[in-house]
């Protein structure tokens, strides 16, 4: 299978208006008027020419699967703003979580869980559990 060219992706916007509408099954007029509602945001080229990324075309397609279920343009419009936000709180959340992670892992007296027979016991870090056989509970550093 041959790889994608170098820097392009997803949002890369390489694709015309005609290109575009065929691949989401559209008319070229209908992607133009879902730019006009703002339900899609295709790139600009310096002569102000539209240019879809293969998110754009997957965007397109969603909207036309709402609106064969006869949800209005309005409403696709929340729809879709409501799943962007969501995708941008989902992200902001992992990068809090690894933010968190990383703090708590460079702290001093961190603390180290053993499991065995007796239960669950703290252990100093780097210390080993007492008994053999118990599972020890950690959180191994990042690397970047």
Excluded: C
């Excluded at 008027?33 to 754009?56: C, F, H, I, K, W």
């Excluded at 902001?92 to 065995?116: I, K, T, Y």
Aim: proline share 4%; hydrophobic share 40%.
């Amino acid at each position: 299978m041959l790889g994608q060219p170098a820097g392009l992706d997803e949002s890369s916007p390489i694709f015309s208006i005609a290109a575009a509408a065929e691949l989401a099954g559209l008319h070229a007029q209908t992607l133009r008027q879902y730019d006009r509602l703002g339900l899609v945001e295709p790139a600009r080229t310096a002569g102000n020419t539209r240019r879809y990324s293969m998110r754009d075309v997957g965007r397109l397609k969603q909207v036309q699967l709402l609106s064969g279920e006869g949800v209005s343009l309005e409403g696709i419009r929340r729809i879709l703003d409501m799943s962007d936000e969501n995708r941008e709180l989902r992200e902001r959340v992992r990068e809090l979580e690894g933010a968190l992670a990383d703090a708590v892992m460079q702290q001093s007296g961190r603390r180290v869980f053993a499991a065995g027979h007796a239960g669950i016991t703290s252990i100093r870090a780097g210390a080993r559990p007492s008994r053999p056989g118990a599972v020890v509970l950690w959180r191994p550093h990042r690397r970047d």
